[in-house]
Every structure is written in structure tokens, then in C-alpha cells.
């Protein structure tokens, strides 16, 4: 996994405010959505390269991982994928009118992307 590349620097601005939010909200849905289900989830340190988590998914033998940053990356930016050459966009539309962090539209998305990680593929 690399760093996301920003276009400019309001795509840079942009993501530090979303990150955090996004960062809490991933984790707190997966909580939730863990204890309404027959999943189990745990959580690995790493350090590279740049430290975070791997969450560890299992349904009784089914079992998948997903690196958290990579899942607040893909909530934040447009059509992220971890192509080192291409240049991020922030997701504008998690952005009111007045340029402020939209609570509801980043709840929305965190949901939909975690409940999409509890689905057996």
C-alpha cells in the first residue's frame, strides 16, 4: 500500500479533514456491525508504511482481511485504487456548501463500504 498522491493542495487540505472522521467512523461501524453478526473481527498492528491496522474478518470458516487506511482511502477519494502514479481526488460531496465536513453523507458512505466488508465473496 503507498500514499495516496493529491492533484494539489486543496485535495491535501481536504483530506485532512476527512481522514480522522473517516478513521473513527470506520472503526466504530465495524464495530457495531460485528456485534449485530455471527462475525468475528480482530486487529493487527503494522508499521508499513506508515503504521496502522489490518482488520481480520472470520464467519465460521470464511475469513478475509482489509487494511483500514485502504478502506478510509477508498471512503475518502474518488475512485481510489493504489496506483502510485495516479493522482487523488477528495470526495467533494462529503463537503456541505460551506465547505464544512458533512457528517450525515460520511456516515452514510462508512456504512455502506463496512457493510460491504461483512459480505462473503
Known sequence: MTL???KNQLEYDQA???MQPTLIRVLDNIRKESESSSWTVRYEDIETPF???IAYLQKDNYQKEKNIWQLCFEICFVDYNEDPDKEIETDHSLFDEDGELDWQKLEIKTQKFVKNLFIEE
Request: aromatic fraction near 22%.
Open 4 to 6: 495516496p498522491k493529491f
Open 16 to 18: 485532512q479533514v476527512l
Open 51 to 53: 503504521p496502522g491496522y
